[in-house]
């Protein structure tokens, strides 16, 4: 089946830990995103990326990390510098940035901190 | 900067009853305007897009309009059904080579 695998669904930081969350498309689509999305907010944009290689700033950049060094895998690091990680995290993908395609989501990561 | 607003941000309704959700967004030059369907815990599914130069969509039950000079976007949804409980969210591309830029969400309750 073609979609977006998320993992893990739950993950826990220590204070002063670095995390990486995972996510893998298998439906060969250039752009991928990450969103932030706290109880009763709304999808706040992480970083993007539109090709391998090259990613962008989202409005919450600060305290993320992110590498694309496949088409396939986006992973996004939630560094010791992110002071309010607790949040619940969403990979998304779609064919290419500004395109009437339809944006596809994955299952999300929930991060706790302990 | 775009700012997306929905509006109730939760709604309870028997079930059977039609239902209005609304989004409007300040900046009218959009690319397109998406409806996405949350269950709690999970992630989002696209219901319908709209293209700048279309006035709605249908999908079912689901008939998404948009008027962008106004910059306002409904989700009709006809006969609700308890199946249809879950948050709804809209969200604008309003530039090429950017991401979507969402609104907080309405969270709909079907009471059977």
């Known amino acids: 089946d073609g979609g977006i695998t998320q993992s893990p669904k739950y993950l826990f930081r220590k204070e002063g830990q670095n995390v990486t969350l995972s996510c893998e498309q298998n439906?060969?689509?250039?752009?991928m995103y990450w969103y932030r999305q706290d109880p009763g907010q709304g999808l706040r944009l992480i970083y993007y990326s539109q090709i391998v290689n090259d990613f962008q700033k989202g409005d919450i950049a600060e305290g993320y990390s992110v590498s694309r060094e496949k088409k396939e895998s986006f992973p996004l690091t939630v560094t010791s510098a992110q002071k309010n990680p607790t949040a619940f995290y969403l990979c998304?993908?779609?064919?290419?940035?500004?395109?009437?395609?339809?944006?596809?989501f994955g299952s999300g990561t929930q991060l706790s901190v302990l | 900067k775009q700012e997306v607003t929905q509006i109730p941000a939760a709604l309870s309704v028997p079930e059977g009853e039609n239902l209005v959700l609304n989004c409007s967004f300040t900046?009218?030059?959009?690319?397109?305007l998406q409806w996405f369907r949350q269950d709690p815990g999970k992630g989002l599914t696209s219901l319908l897009l709209i293209q700048s130069s279309q006035r709605e969509q249908t999908s079912g039950r689901l008939n998404a309009s948009l008027d962008k000079s106004s910059g306002r976007s409904t989700l009709y949804i006809a006969a609700s059904q308890p199946g249809d409980s879950a948050t709804y969210l809209c969200a604008v591309d309003n530039q090429a080579g950017t991401a979507l830029i969402f609104g907080k969400g309405t969270t709909l309750s079907v009471s059977s």
């Open positions: 900046d009218s030059a959009i690319y397109n």
């Open positions: 998304a993908s779609s064919p290419r940035t500004g395109s009437d395609e339809k944006l596809f």
């Open positions: 439906l060969n689509h250039d752009a």
